[in-house]
């Protein structure tokens, strides 16, 4: 009771400050655009964003090195403690400098969990904005159909080799019940917090700025489409129980049971019924936030998480948001060598939707029939990358359709159908189930990724592995890497090291006994890492290469 109480408190007095905040940020916008107006007089331009080109204009935006197209090599780097164990992001940075040449600085970042408990309950919102017009707008938009309880800067250093950056701030937030009503959009989020980095501004400006500077609120309730719900899924006659697969054709109706059945609740990413309702208003905010404003983007958008990226060498964004200073429980990290896309601060990886982050090495071939089908649910893809339609993949079929990682997996790189022909019965039913009802989300190409969101972080390649990935596990620690290199570097005393196969995804889970790789029905196929940290401990000293060579034939 004592703790139900003090937690009540805190959260008022959060709320409190909030409103206080909320008054600061309509008192700035009107002073802006006071200032904007006496500009206009005198006869003087309104003063662009830090970036010469829109956001929105991303044919624009130039490649600032003159790079040309090559061989794509994007680093990916993940590490987790299964305790729940928080750890600065120093390591990481570390990590993603030893992969320094798998980038060419056009883009690079990271995703931290754990780094916001004091605001744990709250959706934290990070927002990069181009221009003053677009952040009076949004800021006003946000108080207009959501609860602010803080706001600040995100903390910055200057370092070499980051050039202008845009203005990046991050919010707590809860949407209103009957207010934050639009339908649709496209988009992501932004967030704030005490375990972070104090910021010196801890205000913005939340009223509305003139007839030109203001965002028709109206206008995009109707411009954007309603995102479909589980029960209009159904409803629709393909869909999905909330147990797990529905039937979705008259082949597939007597198997898609066995989805529902194989189903581990525990590997569900969490959703709730009380959750759903605000989770689905915050991303139809983020969405109209991202389509409707100009010069305004959001970053991320989930709780007690935040992604930090830019234009860039990772290494390099590390150090300019200061996440050595940052502690969490869950990092992941990339490096970009963008070959089809531009070089802006919005195209770095990684790519969010709620808690759910992504972040990809490849090319994924099938990007318009995955868009095209996603869209049909109510996302709205304009980012001009494959790695938006993985992110967007994951929330629709993890939260939404409630599906368990394993048979995410099995839905983004699915066997071959001669290799489900091979399979015994119970398997055979399954795979033709989830291929008949999501022919659209495969994903064809070349790729590894690392999705990630508060419970768990998983590793998947491709299913012909034409992209690199590392597992390994230290005790409670589990690495995902493109290269084995940077994992020996942060920690040289490792208890198993192995290359996943194609399409059997690496699932770490928080609060979990075992680093498991997934198979079929939901099959362990990785031994216990505990045991083997045991057994490593317990063998006479200077038979370790020996042992991980042992270790690493047998995973192969």
Known sequence: MKGSSRQAKLQTEQRAEGREQREERREQREERREQREERREKGGAAPRG?????????????NPRGETKIIDSCGLFGMMSLEGRTFSGADVIRAMANMHDRGNGLGGGFAAYGIY????????????????????????YIDETCEVVRDEDIPTKPTAGIGPAPVLRRYFIIPR?????????????????RNAPSSASASAAAAATSAADRVDVAAARDATTSIPTTGDITAAGFGVHRAGVAAGSAEATADAADVADATDAADVAGVTDATEEADERIIRLVMTINMQIPDAFVLSCGKNMGVFKGVGYPEDIGRFFRLDEYEGYLWTAHGRFPTNTQ???GGAHPFSILDWTVVHNGEISSY?????????????CSLHTDTEVIAYAVDLLARRHRLPMWAVAKVLAPPFWSSIDRTDEAERRLFTALRIIYPDLLMNGPFTVIIANRQMMVGLRDRVELRPLVAATSGDMLYLSSEEAPIRLINPHLDRVWVPRGGEPVLGRVGAE????????GRAIQPEHRAMAAARAARPPGRDRQQLRELRVGAG
């Open 368 to 380: 318009g029939t995955n868009r095209a089908f996603l869209e049909t649910q109510g996302y709205c």
């Open 117 to 140: 408990p004091d605001f744990a309950d709250y959706y934290a919102l990070h927002v990069m904005f181009d221009s003053e017009t677009g952040r009076d707008a949004t800021e006003a």
């Open 514 to 521: 075992d680093v498991v790789a997934w198979t079929g029905t």
């Open 343 to 345: 070089g802006w601060w």
């Open 177 to 193: 019940g009957g207010q934050c009503t639009l339908r649709g959009g496209q988009g992501e989020g932004r967030q704030a917090s």
């Open 50 to 62: 830090r970036r010469q080109a829109s956001m929105r204009d991303l044919d624009a935006i130039n």
